[in-house]
């Protein structure tokens, strides 16, 4: 019979991993920025280019989204949440 001794769990202390986040904060904010941007100008309604910025007819702006924009639009939703956690966490660390 072979005994196998189990090591208690490595752990890391509260510095290093404060440390850890502060380097990685960073990063995962422009990374959510990024596809926050991307989120937004895929969902513009407009043909040219007026319409990423807002030039578009007020008419068309009444409906119900399905399908993939509303995925779009749900996942956009989540990037700005996650985005402003991170700025919160960013600004309390």
């Known amino acids: 019979m072979v005994l196998v001794a189990f090591d208690a769990p490595i752990m890391v202390s509260l510095p290093a991993q404060m440390e850890t ?19 937004i100008v895929l969902q513009s309604r407009g043909a040219s280019l007026g319409g990423a910025f807002g030039g578009d007819n007020f008419a068309s702006t009444f409906f119900k989204r399905r399908g993939a924009e509303k995925f779009l ?20 660390i």
Not at 21 to 39: D, E, F, K, R, Y
Not at 73 to 92: E, Q, R, S
């Open 21 to 39: 986040l502060q380097a990685v904060l960073p990063m995962a904010q422009i990374v959510l920025s990024l596809l926050l941007i991307v989120g």
């Open 73 to 92: 639009f749900n996942a956009t939703i989540l990037v700005a949440l996650l985005w402003v956690l991170a700025a919160v966490l960013g600004f309390l």
